[in-house]
């Protein structure tokens, strides 16, 4: 059986970008609760960011705390918080 997903190449990005209403994957946290939560970013403030995710709930999570996959077009990217604009 083949499957009908499309393959998401990941790459890693070099330069700085704006994750607000982009879809983010939470992965290497400090905070083992943190990794694997997905979602919209919805509101960015200085240190921290909010993110809605697939079951309809809005959570904190810092922005110094985490790597981000960040889906852009057709490609998803790792990075860092100091990357995050």
């Keep these: 059986m083949q499957s009908r997903h ?6 890693k990005i070099l ?9 983010v994957e939470c992965v290497a946290c400090r ?3 943190c990794n694997g ?11 921290t ?4 995710t697939i079951f309809g709930d809005i959570v ?3 922005v110094d ?8 077009k057709n490609f998803e990217y790792l990075i860092n918080p100091r ?3």
């Design 60 to 62: 904190k999570i810092r």
């Design 31 to 33: 905070n083992k609760y």
């Design 83 to 85: 990357q995050i604009i």
């Design 6 to 11: 499309r393959k998401i190449k990941k790459r």
């Design 15 to 23: 330069r700085k970008i704006d994750i607000l209403y982009k879809f």
């Design 49 to 52: 960011i909010e993110i809605l």
């Design 37 to 47: 939560i997905k979602g919209l970013v919805v509101d960015k403030y200085e240190d």
């Design 65 to 72: 705390e985490c790597w981000y996959y960040v889906r852009i």
